[in-house]
Structures are given as C-alpha cells and as structure tokens.
C-alpha cells in the first residue's frame, strides 16, 4: 500500500512501533498503519525473546544486567502496546494470519481479543503468502473457524490485494463533498532525530507529542524503522517529526551480520535526505566519537539544516554557570564541520517543557534555510569583506577578481561569486568568503554552498552572439569597480 515504507525481513520481530502513510485506492485516500507482531500468546519467554532477537550486551555497556532483563521482559509488551493503539484509532482492522503456517493459537486468541472488543469496527481476515490462486483457496479454507471471512492474499506477488482494497475502502466512511475539504498541501518542515544507540532520540520524540509515539527501552537498537509523527508546535507551527534507529560504526554492523540492522541505518540516513532540519543528539556524559563526526559528514553533505542536542544534561553533576561554555567548546572542537550549528541542552525525561527547546531551535534553523538576501544587501557584505581582505596574489602577479555576487537558491543558501578566475582564489579563502557572510548575514544552524564561477567559462557556456556578450561586459566591469579592490 505504502511502498518500500516499512522494513521487510524474513524474521519476526522486525517492526516494532507504529508506522503511519498515506496511501490511494481509486479515488479513495486513507491513513495506513503497520504494527507489530504480537509474539507473547502461547508462546515462553524464552522463545519470544529468541523471535525479537533480542541481546542483553551489545550496545548496553554500562547498563546493570538486572537492568537489561527488565526492560527485555517489558518488550513484547510494549509492542503489543503499540499495536493495540493502532487498532483502537482505527476504522478498518486489516487481521493478517500466515496461509503458509496455517492455523495457531495465536491467530485464535487474537480473532478472540478483536470479536470481544471491536465488533463495531471493520474487520479484515486476510490469508498472506498464498501466492496460487488455486492452492491460496484451499489454505484460507482453515481460518474460518475464526469467525471471520477469509480472504487469501500474497502481499509479494500481489495476489487478492486489489479486492483487499476494495473491501478496506469500503469500510471507511468517506465525507461527503470532499472538494469543498479539499486544501492545498501546505509545505511542513520535517525534522530528523539522528544518533547513535541509546542517546534517547525516541524519548525526545515521545516528550514532545506527549505519548508514548515510540517504544523507549536501554536495549540498543529498539528503534528499526523511521517513525514519522506529525507536531504542532507551540506557536501553531506544524513539522513532521522522524524518529530514526541508532547509527552504529558500519564496520560494527557488519561484524554482526544483522540485516535488520543494516536497513534501520540505511533508513536513518535516508530520513536525513528526506529532512529538512537534522537534530543530532549526542549524550551528554558521552565523549563525541569518531561516528558522531561521521554523522555531522553526512548531515554538512547532504546539505540539512542541524541543530545539536546535548541529551540527559540532569545527568552532568555539579553543574554551575561555566558548565555549558566549557562543553559547548569541547562539542565545537570535535565537530568542527558543523560549528555553524547551535546547541540545545535537554533531558527528555524531565517532561515536555524541557524538550520544546529543540522544537525552537528548528524552526530557527529552517527559517534561516530557507531565507533569501537581495543582491544589493549581498554585494555589500562581499565589498566589505573584500575591503578587509583582498584575494592573494599568484607568483605570476595575478589577482583574483569578483564581479558581483547572487544568491541563486535556499534549502540550503546558495552563492554564486561571478570572478574573473575561480582558480585564483585558493581553498582558504573561499573559508574566509563563507566566514564573513556568516558573520554579517547570518545564516545560523545552516550549511552555505558557494559557487565560484569563471567570466571566462561563463561566456563560453552562454553560447551568445557576439553583440549581446559585448553588452555584458560594460556591466561587469561597472559592478567589478564598485566591488573590488
């Protein structure tokens, strides 16, 4: 319905919080959730603990190991938590049994559970992995003791789904005059919580819609897919939150072999290409590692707006007024790369006031990323710089010129310096170009991408005619004796 929205592995366990989308069917448009397997009927500790695949030592360092078996024996429960939410907000009940596995009493406790507390809601028995039309038949044929009408479907061929959908659009109460519902799509933000295990990105997400959104548990890598909550903000602002698994070193992923975790990173650094503003969220007892670094590479490239989350902050002891200096230069110096990003401290536990600070930060930031200078206010800000600091001469004598500067795009800035050879401006000066424009234009908590573009190569790329180069040039040579020096 959704697409490759969810991750699909030959495993159970695998999803474990909600996971909402969009989906269509004709002219039908309706909300999908996915939820977790409920694994605790019928079934010992042991083996449930086996199915969620479920370690008590990597990633948990630190953790007492009464610690660590208490929250694995909450897990499944708090699964099943999840997917109970699911259902009682829903309007159609789509029962997904295993045609293959037939019949267990697992099925039958849960047809049980649905018919005692939902009988007013919509309920779909849908046979999967029947992939023959004509055996498909006969393995739906068991379920009907369920007290429900099987449908046999194969969610990998595509078997039946089509009059699965029919039959979930038919049990949804559509509005009637839909057109005068109908409202632009408005453009939402969405904001990224990155890190690595265990810093508490999901109890960020949590304390900021105020629910338990998210399952929150030490147990490292708890979080598999990329959970996309709507928020609305305290000033109105609305923003889509995405709450990602923990990025672990990928020579770390590798070593254990776990394909599951391999596609939670992978749709944690696509929920970063996907964002518009990143918040990477670090703890605050923990060193800055290698892979914090290797994130910031990551959100600089893929040119996000980024705020840094300074989590657990209650946990730093005796705390006074030069605390949060000394360690936001200690935060600077090892993420260099995103020093133009700000810092927010926060303990999640400590409820939603606390967490509303990162909410703050990110509309700043995504404002800043979206904003645009005229090219006269940028002009000035480039003749200033240029006054202070002019281009460094070539041991040939030559010196770099710039015509006039534009902004040619946000999401994020975008400069283009019109020169007479971008070759003649070296790396460090570039820097320092980037440096003055941050220093009197601002753009906090935003990546800036400058282009240095050759007159040279600029003519010969326009293709023009002779007569409307020669047009061009006065102008340049007009700007460029206002501009440099």
């Given at each position: 319905m959704l697409g490759n929205r969810a991750i699909v592995v030959d495993e159970p366990g695998v999803t474990r919080d909600r996971l909402y989308g969009r989906a269509f069917w004709g002219d039908c448009e309706f909300l999908v959730i996915d939820t977790g397997g409920v694994l605790t009927v019928s079934k010992s500790q042991a083996n449930v603990m086996e199915d969620l695949d479920i370690t008590t030592t990597i990633g948990m360092?630190?953790?007492?190991?009464?610690?660590?078996?208490?929250?694995?024996?909450?897990?499944?429960?708090?699964?099943?938590?999840?997917?109970?939410?699911?259902?009682?907000?829903?309007?159609?009940?789509?029962?997904?049994?295993?045609?293959?596995?037939?019949?267990?009493?697992?099925?039958?406790?849960?047809a049980d559970w649905l018919r005692r507390h939902f009988s007013d809601k919509s309920i779909i028995l849908a046979v999967n992995k029947c992939e023959s039309p004509r055996k498909g038949a006969l393995q739906a044929m068991e379920f009907w003791s369920l007290g429900f009408t099987p449908y046999p479907i194969s969610a990998v061929s595509g078997t039946g789904t089509g009059e699965l959908l029919d039959l979930v659009c038919s049990g949804l109460i559509k509005l009637k005059d839909q057109e005068?519902?109908?409202?632009?799509?408005?453009?939402?933000?969405?904001?990224?919580?990155?890190?690595r295990p265990n810093v508490g990105k999901s109890s960020i997400l949590n304390a900021l819609v105020g629910e338990d959104r998210t399952i929150v548990s030490p147990v490292s890598g708890t979080t598999r897919d990329a959970i996309d909550t709507e928020y609305t903000g305290p000033n109105g602002e609305k923003f889509r939150l995405i709450d990602t698994a923990g990025i672990r070193r990928r020579a770390a992923v590798a070593s254990l072999g776990s394909t599951t975790e391999a596609l939670s990173v992978n749709r944690a650094f696509r929920a970063v290409r996907r964002s518009d503003v990143v918040a990477l969220v670090i703890e605050a007892l923990a060193c800055i590692t290698e892979q914090d670094f290797k994130i910031a590479?990551?959100?600089?490239?893929?040119?996000?707006?980024?705020?840094?989350?300074?989590?657990?902050?209650?946990?730093?002891?005796?705390?006074?007024?030069?605390?949060?200096?000394?360690?936001?230069?200690?935060?600077?110096?090892?993420?260099?790369?995103?020093?133009?990003?700000?810092?927010?401290?926060s303990t999640a536990?400590?409820?939603?006031?606390?967490?509303?600070?990162?909410?703050?930060?990110?509309?700043?930031?995504?404002?800043?990323?979206?904003?645009?200078?005229?090219?006269?206010?940028?002009?000035?800000?480039?003749?200033?710089?240029?006054?202070?600091?002019?281009?460094?001469?070539?041991?040939?004598?030559?010196?770099?010129?710039?015509?006039?500067?534009?902004?040619?795009?946000?999401?994020?800035?975008?400069?283009?310096?019109?020169?007479?050879?971008?070759?003649?401006?070296?790396?460090?000066?570039?820097?320092?170009?980037?440096?003055?424009?941050?220093?009197?234009?601002?753009?906090?908590?935003?990546?800036?991408?400058?282009?240095?573009?050759?007159?040279?190569?600029?003519?010969?790329?326009?293709?023009?005619?002779?007569?409307?180069?020669?047009?061009?040039?006065?102008?340049?040579r007009k700007m460029a004796s206002a501009i440099t020096t």
């Open positions: 360092d630190g953790i007492p190991l009464a610690s660590r078996e208490a929250a694995i024996a909450r897990m499944p429960s708090m699964i099943e938590q999840q997917a109970t939410a699911a259902v009682e907000e829903s309007s159609v009940i789509i029962f997904v049994v295993d045609g293959q596995a037939g019949l267990t009493a697992a099925d039958e406790e849960i005068e519902y109908a409202e632009e799509e408005e453009y939402i933000p969405a904001i990224a919580i990155v890190g590479e990551r959100i600089e490239k893929e040119g996000k707006g980024c705020l840094i989350v300074v989590n657990k902050w209650d946990t730093i002891p005796n705390k006074n007024q030069q605390t949060a200096s000394y360690y936001e230069q200690d935060v600077r110096e090892k993420l260099r790369i995103l020093d133009w990003a700000p810092i927010v401290y536990i400590a409820g939603q006031q606390s967490v509303e600070k990162v909410i703050v930060a990110a509309s700043a930031v995504e404002k800043e990323r979206s904003r645009r200078l005229s090219t006269a206010i940028l002009n000035q800000v480039v003749q200033e710089a240029l006054a202070f600091k002019s281009p460094p001469r070539t041991r040939g004598g030559r010196r770099g010129r710039v015509y006039y500067c534009t902004q040619a795009a946000i999401r994020p800035p975008t400069f283009v310096f019109f020169v007479n050879d971008a070759k003649l401006f070296p790396e460090t000066y570039r820097r320092y170009m980037e440096k003055q424009l941050r220093t009197d234009a601002g753009f906090p908590g935003t990546p800036i991408r400058i282009l240095w573009r050759s007159r040279k190569k600029m003519e010969r790329n326009d293709g023009k005619s002779s007569k409307s180069q020669g047009n061009l040039v006065p102008r340049n």
